[in-house]
């Protein structure tokens, strides 16, 4: 749901230029003095926001806070020309080599890398152009990590100017050098998985275009495996269910149609299992949130991606389970024979629920009922503790579950920077 509520939201605009890695200055530790230095290395990150300001907390192994709001809104440091906004994320996965990633998406278009612990700047780059007073915004969605000298930055929004020049065109990957956070120039386009839809206007039907929006991204071997909203323009139509198949060998681009399903922009890994990613497609309704509509198109598949391809193994379909609730959004994964998913309240009839979802059998059993309405957030399952981080704005907390007699036993929360005000949205396994 952040994807729709971003779109409406006022986001603070901060100016940044394109490609502007920074490394002036360098410390003996490497990269630009910036953040203050962290005691210990991060294993998690959480995001506060209320979508105009945001702050970033690292918390240690045991889910001990070690600074409660390292980088915020309201930061100002050495090297950036770009402070964060209210419209945060970090990469599927970050880099595993002391370094911690941050994108701000819609409108401000940025993503920066820090070290960790040292807080250091290595650079911070814009993922388009300058595009005058056209209003276009790229929209970064992921920061894909392939090698030391190459990520990839999904860019979720597509440049109606037919004349735009390719970095400012979007609707594609594309690459940085994580190094220095320089674009390279290298573009993956996805346009060729754009196709028409029907819209309802006042006048009747009409054919629009359909856009691939890209969004989040795993890499297994050398294919990236990136989800694809496919929504038009004015989000008054969608595709049928697609991810993206990027062969980074060649750079080329194939289609894997995901049957029944619409709006399958999260792409995730699957602890322990390399070969496997979850696909999270929340459907689509017109009018938004139409609930018959959402049922008929929204589930979740698992996918095995290997040397002679790339096969769906199971797909969990909620308009199979007409009784369930659909627990599709902040999808985050436990095996790849179980996730956890939000049911979205209403503000009048429900509130929101997380569910535990068993992908073979179809069950679902109830973790946590909140008291509000898109209050739970992206929770983060770490298979080393086996413990279950879930974000719930209504609590003011980070919410801690425990794997018992096979599902989870809530056994604590955490108060994340209570003084800002800001309520926890997202929590982040940071290796």
């Known amino acids: 749901m952040e994807r729709e509520l971003h779109l409406t939201l006022l986001i603070l605009i901060a100016s940044a230029a394109f490609g502007c890695g920074d490394n002036s200055s360098s410390t003996s530790s490497g990269g630009t003095a910036a953040l203050e230095a962290l005691d210990t290395m991060p294993r998690y990150a959480v995001v506060s926001s209320d979508f105009s300001s945001s702050s970033i907390a690292t918390l240690d192994e045991d889910f001990v806070v070690i600074d409660e709001s390292w980088i915020n809104s309201g930061t100002t440091y050495p090297g950036l020309v770009a402070t964060l906004s209210g419209d945060v994320v970090l990469p599927s996965r970050q880099a595993a080599d002391g370094t911690f990633a941050v994108i701000d998406r819609f409108l401000t278009d940025v993503v920066t890398r820090f070290f960790v612990p040292s807080g250091n700047l290595n650079g911070q780059v814009r993922t388009h152009g300058d595009v005058g007073e056209s209003g276009f915004s790229s929209n970064p969605q992921d920061f894909i990590f392939a090698s030391e000298d190459s990520a990839w930055a999904p860019r979720y929004e597509s440049n109606l100017n037919p004349s735009a020049p390719p970095e400012n065109q979007g609707n594609d990957l594309i690459e940085v050098n994580p190094s220095d956070m320089s674009v390279t120039g290298a573009r993956i386009d996805l346009s060729s998985l754009d196709v028409t839809a029907t819209a309802m206007t006042p006048d009747g039907a009409v054919e629009v275009d359909v856009f691939a929006r890209p969004s989040r991204g795993v890499l297994v071997g050398s294919t990236i495996v990136v989800g694809l909203d496919r929504i038009s323009a004015n989000f008054d139509a969608a595709g049928s269910g697609l991810v993206a198949l990027v062969d980074l060998e060649d750079e080329s681009v194939a289609g894997m149609e995901l049957p029944g399903l619409q709006s399958c922009g999260n792409v995730l890994p699957v602890p322990g299992v390399p070969s496997k990613v979850v696909v999270a497609c929340v459907g689509f309704a017109v009018p938004f949130g139409d609930e018959p509509q959402v049922r008929a198109s929204s589930g979740i598949a698992l996918l095995d991606v290997n040397e002679s391809g790339v096969t769906i193994e199971r797909v969990w379909r909620v308009a199979d ?111």
Do not use: C, W
């Open 321 to 431: 389970h007409p009784s369930d609730a659909i627990a599709v959004n902040s999808v985050a994964v436990v095996d790849e024979q179980r996730v956890v998913g939000v049911a979205t309240g209403d503000f009048e009839t429900t509130v929101d629920e997380l569910y535990l979802i068993d992908l073979v059998t179809g069950s679902q059993e109830l973790i946590h009922d909140s008291i509000g309405s898109f209050v739970i957030g992206l929770s983060a399952y770490d298979p080393d503790s086996k413990m279950l981080y879930v974000p719930d704005a209504a609590e003011n907390a980070v919410l801690e579950f425990a794997v018992g007699e096979g599902s989870f036993v809530e056994v604590g929360s955490t108060e994340i920077a209570p003084s800002l005000s800001l309520p926890p949205t997202k929590v982040y396994l940071l290796d």
